[in-house]
């Protein structure tokens, strides 16, 4: 028999988009239910790194997860990136920040998505519905209702927090997927990769023809095991029809960097894959009692691809959405437009920005030159350093030359 249940707040997804939106709603008597098809600690396809911004905007939404995130001995510590273009050449720039490695962290997404879990259960309000994947969605005059064949959840306002699949996004929103802001992504954990030891906290990206303007990544778990993947566009891959499983494989197996370092490697799973919906164009993210927020609003930044912080920065700044709505009592299209503009001043110049970098930047010849370049210079290095540690020294005629000694 199909059960009922009524809330003020639906989210559709558990991940760090709709977890985010009810921590930050712990302040408030709303009642939460959240719709997971996922049973926790559950995984999700994932690079696993985490930016700069995640421990910012964690701390923003609880110090207490916060804390929990730098207790986890399930993090590890990035200490900077090695780049390696399509001529084989590399090169490596340390993060260091007045002596410290800088607040960036890899977690598999299994312990990470996990620890948010924990700090959302601890609001009495909240009640999780795991193990239930929603599958319809309907709107009436005071409600929109989600269900699938054993339940109808009534909710006030509905977060579409799905991810790169929602329902929401698809059903209310009419969102469609856009080839030319879409990447496919693929993962693999591996163990007994080869690090050294200078570079073994290190993100490590590698460019060639079959990926760019994407790349494959190597990322360390620590003890030799690896997160192995890679992201290339969606309309690449459906013009040249590429087989981007082949490509991972043979890359591992032909690179002259990688057949090295996995020479001993073995993989510890099969091959997964899951879309990126890439950010950079305006596009409507909310309308009448819903909002949606992280994949399912194509906030991913369109060249490394990152989308965690986005996703929970889009789920706290949805959850002041949702105080307010229910202040004024209206949960009108036109009053939730206040979210779609927050976004667009906040979030969308960055990911243009990013979109901009990639088309000039991320190019096979472009690539070689800026390696070869950083080999001899050691310009981006010390671009790095001065940002890090002496940034008012960083002034536009600086920036300038430093973009001008990269392009030309
Ligand atoms: C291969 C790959 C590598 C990536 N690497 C990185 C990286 O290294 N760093 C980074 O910052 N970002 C990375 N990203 C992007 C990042 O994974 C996403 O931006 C982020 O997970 C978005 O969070 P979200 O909460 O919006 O969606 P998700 O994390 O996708 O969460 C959506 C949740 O909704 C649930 N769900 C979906 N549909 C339904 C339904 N119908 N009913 C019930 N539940 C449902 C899912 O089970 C899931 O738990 C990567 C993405 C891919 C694909």
Redesign the pocket.
């Known amino acids: 028999m199909t059960k009922n249940a009524e809330f003020d707040v639906l989210i ?9 939106c009810a921590i930050a709603l712990a302040d408030t008597n709303l009642k939460i239910g959240i ?4 049973v926790f600690p ?1 995984d ?8 700069l911004d ?1 421990t910012n905007q964690l701390k923003q939404l609880s110090p207490r997860l916060a804390e929990n995130f730098y207790a986890s001995s399930k993090t590890g510590i990035v200490k900077g990136v090695y780049v390696c273009a399509p001529n084989n050449e590399s090169f490596t720039v340390d993060l260091i920040q007045h002596g410290k490695p800088l607040d960036m962290h ?1 977690s598999k ?1 299994i312990d990470f ?1 996990y620890l948010l879990y924990q700090e959302a259960k601890q609001n009495q309000n909240v009640t999780f519905f795991e193990g ?4 319809a969605v309907e709107k009436d005059n005071d409600n929109l209702t ?1 269900s ?1 064949k054993n339940y109808n959840w009534k909710g006030k306002i509905v977060i579409g ?7 929401v996004a698809k059903r209310l929103a009419g969102q469609k997927m856009n080839k030319n802001l879409h ?5 693999v954990y591996y163990e007994n990769v080869h690090f050294d030891e200078k570079t073994a906290h290190h993100l490590e990206f590698y460019f060639f023809d079959d990926v760019i303007p994407g790349y494959l ?1 190597v ?1 360390p778990l620590g003890e030799g095991k690896a ?1 192995v ?3 290339i566009s969606s309309k690449k891959v459906s013009k040249e029809k590429l087989n981007i499983k082949e490509i991972l494989n043979n890359a591992i197996e032909k690179h002259p960097v990688l057949k090295e370092k996995f020479k001993n490697a073995k993989a510890l799973e099969t091959i ?5 919906p890439l950010g950079s164009k305006k596009i409507s993210i909310s309308g009448d009692r819903y909002i949606l ?5 194509s ?3 369109p060249m ?9 920065r ?2 706290r700044y949805a959850a002041d959405q949702i105080k307010k709505a229910f202040d004024k009592n209206d949960f009108s299209a036109s009053f939730m437009k206040q979210y779609d503009k927050r976004i667009n001043k906040l979030v969308l110049p960055e990911l243009r920005a990013s979109r901009l970098m990639q088309y000039l930047f991320i190019r096979k010849n472009k690539m070689n030159r800026i390696v070869n370049k950083e080999k001899r210079t050691g310009n981006i290095q010390e671009f790095v350093n001065i940002a890090l540690n002496d940034p008012k020294n960083l002034n536009n005629t600086y920036y300038f030359k430093m973009i001008m000694s990269l392009l030309f």
């Open positions: 559709e997804g558990a991940g760090p988009a709709g977890l985010a719709i997971e098809k996922g559950r999700k396809t994932c690079g696993d790194a985490l930016s995640i890899i997404r998505d239930e994947k929603a599958t989600i699938n927090a799905g991810g790169a699949h929602s329902l990447a496919a992504g693929l993962r990544w990322f997160n993947g890679l992201g997964k894959g899951h879309g990126l927020v992280g994949d399912a609003a906030l991913i930044d490394s691809g990152e989308g965690i912080a986005n996703a929970i889009s789920g």
